[in-house]
């Protein structure tokens, strides 16, 4: 009985916790959407409220008439959408082979992988910057999605790798066993159950992407190619000043996509790992 109790109270605990979390994580957001339909008076307020007493929309018809959002979105996701599939392109088959081949040469270059994430934007952005500028493709998107690819490949490499460990190497027997080749076990067995690990690597390398500003900030000069972090910086004032209820509406709907994104497809990411594994 007390160990009943005791479970009981270590998944209370848990629950809690988790309560707390979510909260953690939902309270800028929700601040930012209610400092997004707050009128100017509101805002100023020196007793602020969680719900707008007067919601606006003004602050979203400031946001387009000031800055060249829709524009930028698109650059944000022409960049974002071509490095997360470049880079998912890339290191599908290299996960694979890392994945199936446990070679000490393999080990190493995982564990590189996993190191090369800790560097530092500042040791890599001189020499990046001379490399683009050379190649010509210092304010370019082309120039940008190529540094996004570089940058979200060797994460994508390390999710896939352990997608693709996570398959169980008897199906590709059993499937060489009734007389299928090479590529048509790949394409009919191994692809279908790394689809939520390739879909989940896509999302987190477009996510990484459409949020980046460092990059987009030293290689994108003139404001028709500047992503949307960067645009979201002009509402800040000379002296450091925001204007806080467009920067919250534009940066509400800068949000927008990531969320949308990841409702759609988060049954595709947690569901059907193994859907088809069974031999009809």
Known sequence: MSTLRTGRA?????????????????????????????????????????????????????????QPLL????????AAVSASLIAVLIATPMAYVMARNRTKLSTAATGWVVVSQAFPFVLVIIPLFLILKNLHLINTLAGLIMVYVVWALPFALWMLVGYVRAVPRELEEAAAVDGAGRLR????????????????????????????????????????????????????????????????????????????????????????????????
């Open 10 to 66: 270590g998944r209370a605990g848990q629950y809690a916790a988790l309560a707390c979390y979510l909260v953690f994580l939902a309270f800028p957001f929700l601040w930012l959407i209610s400092t997004a339909f707050k009128p100017p008076r509101e805002l100023g307020s020196l007793h602020p409220t969680w719900i707008p007493e007067n919601p606006t929309l003004d602050n979203f018809r400031q946001a387009f008439d000031e």
């Open 71 to 78: 524009q930028a979105a698109g650059n944000s996701l022409i």
């Open 185 to 280: 076990t790949l394409v009919s067995v191994t692809a279908p159950l790394l689809a939520p690990g390739i879909v989940a690597t896509a999302l987190f390398a477009f996510i990484t992407a459409w949020n980046e500003f460092f990059f987009a900030l030293v290689l994108l000069k003139t404001p028709e190619k500047q992503t949307l972090p960067v645009v979201l910086t002009h509402f800040l004032g000379a002296e450091g000043a925001a204007d806080l209820g467009p920067l919250a509406a534009a940066a509400f709907l800068a949000t927008l996509p990531s969320l949308v994104i990841f409702a759609v497809i988060q049954k595709r990411i947690t569901g059907g790992m193994l859907a088809g594994a069974v031999k009809s």
